[in-house]
């Protein structure tokens, strides 16, 4: 099983500011990885996928790069909205697994 | 607009079963792979299942192997997960993804809530 491994737990930034979340895998996925937003309450959504092609109707803030074990997801210029909780999936092996996720929160 | 909802969850005891269904409704429901993802309480994203088009395979957690069982009827828009052997441990909100054509998970239900408890 491929273990996807988020960091920050926690990060906590204001609005404007960007923000860079990290996905490390323990063995390479090459580029098969998505990630995805989770605002309370709400089922999660769909941002980016194969590392660095956004889903439709993805806001150009957020971005997606990384190849091989890592990982990282940056959101340019923070809005109000974005606060949320990010998680990381890799599809490149059976299991699909999902990384333990990284919690934005307005500082 | 894609919808995808989910029904039969609800409390039951250790051990028992429970059959999960989703009705799936704006695209073409037969060309797509649909997976099943939970999410314990206070907790984290976690694969459930995958069955494939025509339901020519079918894939589960090591959690859930041997007690789920993943099934699509094409003729009614509907993806089935049943559950037995219930543990403590299957309390989860249990969402319905549709994948996209890349096998990402594009499209989420709100999910239905199943608690195992005695």
């Known amino acids: 099983e491929i273990v996807l491994t988020q960091s920050p737990a926690t990060l906590s930034l204001s609005p404007g500011e960007r923000a860079t979340l990290s996905c490390r895998t323990s063995?390479?996925?090459?580029?098969?990885l998505a990630w995805y937003q989770q605002k309370p309450g709400q089922a999660p959504r769909l941002l980016i996928y194969?590392?660095?092609n956004r889903a439709t109707g993805i806001p150009a803030r957020f971005s997606g790069s990384g190849s091989g074990t890592d990982f990282t997801l940056t959101i340019s210029s923070l809005e109000p909205e974005d606060f949320a909780v990010y998680y990381c999936?890799?599809?490149?092996?059976?299991?699909?697994?999902f990384g333990q996720g990284t919690k934005l929160e307005i500082k | 607009e894609v919808q995808l909802v989910e029904s039969g969850g609800g409390l039951v005891q250790p051990g028992g079963s429970l059959r999960l269904s989703c009705a799936a409704s704006?695209?073409?429901?037969?060309?797509?792979?649909m997976n099943w993802v939970r999410q314990a309480p206070g907790k984290g994203l976690e694969w459930v299942s995958t069955?494939?088009?025509?339901?020519?395979?079918?894939y589960f957690a090591d959690s859930v192997k041997g007690r789920f069982a993943v099934s699509r009827d094409d003729s009614k828009n509907t993806l089935y997960l049943q559950m037995s052997g219930l543990r403590a441990e299957d309390t989860a909100l249990y969402y319905c993804?549709?994948?996209?054509?890349?096998?990402?998970?594009?499209?989420w239900g709100q999910g239905t809530l199943v608690t195992v408890s005695s």
């Open positions: 704006g695209f073409t429901f037969s060309s797509h792979a």
């Open positions: 993804v549709k994948s996209s054509s890349s096998f990402y998970y594009e499209n």
């Open positions: 069955i494939s088009i025509s339901a020519d395979n079918t």
């Open positions: 194969n590392a660095s």
């Open positions: 063995q390479s996925v090459s580029s098969s």
């Open positions: 999936q890799q599809r490149y092996s059976w299991p699909r697994t």
